[in-house]
Antibody, heavy 121, light 107 residues
Framework: QITLKESGPTLVKPTQTLTLTCTFS??????????VGWIRQPPGKALEWLAVIYWNDDKRYSPSLKNRFIITMDTSKNQVVLTITNLGPVDTATYYC?????????????WGQGTLVTVSS | DIQMTQSPSSLSASVGDGVTITCRASQSISDYVNWYQQKPGKAPRLLIYAASSLQSGVPSRFSGSGSGTDFTLTISSLQPEDFATYYC?????????FGQGTNVEIE
C-alpha cells in the first residue's frame, strides 16, 4: 500500500526559506522509473505542478518558479524534500506530494493529504 | 510549456444528468492526458489516465476520450458524490501542467 505524507511549518515569514518533507511508504525511490512530484494549490485556485524527482536523481522544475525551488531525495529515509527560497505571499498554498507511476503515460496515482503553508509577517 | 485549457470553468447539473468537460492542449500531446477529481479539503484523486483508461476503483460512469489536442471527460449519470472540481493534466512533457479546473455544482 502506497502512502505519502507532507510535513513542514504552517506559517512562515516573507523572504524566509521553506523546507517541506514528503515521507512515503509502499515503494522505493531506488526502483527504476519511480518519481515523486510536488504540486501546490493556492486557496480557491487551481493545481500548479512544481517539480518532480526520479529514481535516477533526474530533477525537473516548472520554469515559472524562477530558480527558487530545489527538490532532493533521501532514499534511505524514504523522503523527498522541497526547498523554497525567498518566500512571498503568492507562495501561500496547500502543498501536495504525489507518487508518479513508473510506466508511461505517467500520472500521479497516489497523493499525500497536503499541508497548508501560509506566508505572512 | 504546454497550456491546458478547460471548459466550462463551472457547470450546474442534477443527479442523473450526463456531463461533459473538455480540455484543449496548446500543442499535440497524443493521449498523454490524465483527469483528476478533487473535493473540498481533499487531495486530488486520479480518475482517468492516458486519455481513456479508467483508474482502478473508479466507477464506470466516468469515461475519457480524445487524442492530439482535444480531450473530454464524461460522467454518464451524475451521482451525489460526483459534485466536485475536475482537472485535466498533460503528461507529455515537463512541466506537467494542469487545466484551470471545472467545478461541477448541484443545480
Amino acid at each position: 500500500q502506497i502512502t505519502l505524507k507532507e510535513s513542514g511549518p504552517t506559517l512562515v515569514k516573507p523572504t524566509q526559506t521553506l523546507t517541506l518533507t514528503c515521507t512515503f511508504s509502499g515503494f522505493s525511490l531506488s526502483t527504476n522509473g519511480v518519481g515523486v512530484g510536488w504540486i501546490r494549490q493556492p486557496p480557491g485556485k487551481a493545481l500548479e505542478w512544481l517539480a518532480v524527482i526520479y529514481w535516477n536523481d533526474d530533477k525537473r522544475y516548472s520554469p515559472s518558479l524562477k530558480n527558487r525551488f530545489i527538490i532532493t531525495m533521501d532514499t534511505s529515509k524514504n523522503q523527498v524534500v522541497l526547498t523554497i527560497t525567498n518566500l512571498g505571499p503568492v507562495d501561500t498554498a496547500t502543498y501536495y506530494c504525489a507518487h508518479e507511476t513508473t510506466v508511461t503515460p505517467r500520472r500521479f496515482d497516489y497523493w499525500g493529504q497536503g499541508t497548508l503553508v501560509t506566508v505572512s509577517s | 510549456d504546454i497550456q491546458m485549457t478547460q471548459s466550462p470553468s463551472s457547470l450546474s447539473a442534477s443527479v442523473g444528468d450526463g456531463v461533459t468537460i473538455t480540455c484543449r492542449a496548446s500543442q499535440s500531446i497524443s493521449d498523454y492526458v490524465n483527469w483528476y477529481q478533487q473535493k473540498p479539503g481533499k487531495a486530488p484523486r486520479l480518475l482517468i489516465y492516458a486519455a481513456s483508461s479508467l483508474q482502478s476503483g473508479v466507477p464506470s460512469r466516468f469515461s475519457g476520450s480524445g487524442s492530439g489536442t482535444d480531450f473530454t471527460l464524461t460522467i454518464s449519470s451524475l451521482q451525489p458524490e460526483d459534485f466536485a472540481t475536475y482537472y485535466c493534466q498533460q503528461s507529455h512533457s515537463t512541466p506537467r501542467t494542469f487545466g484551470q479546473g471545472t467545478n461541477v455544482e448541484i443545480e
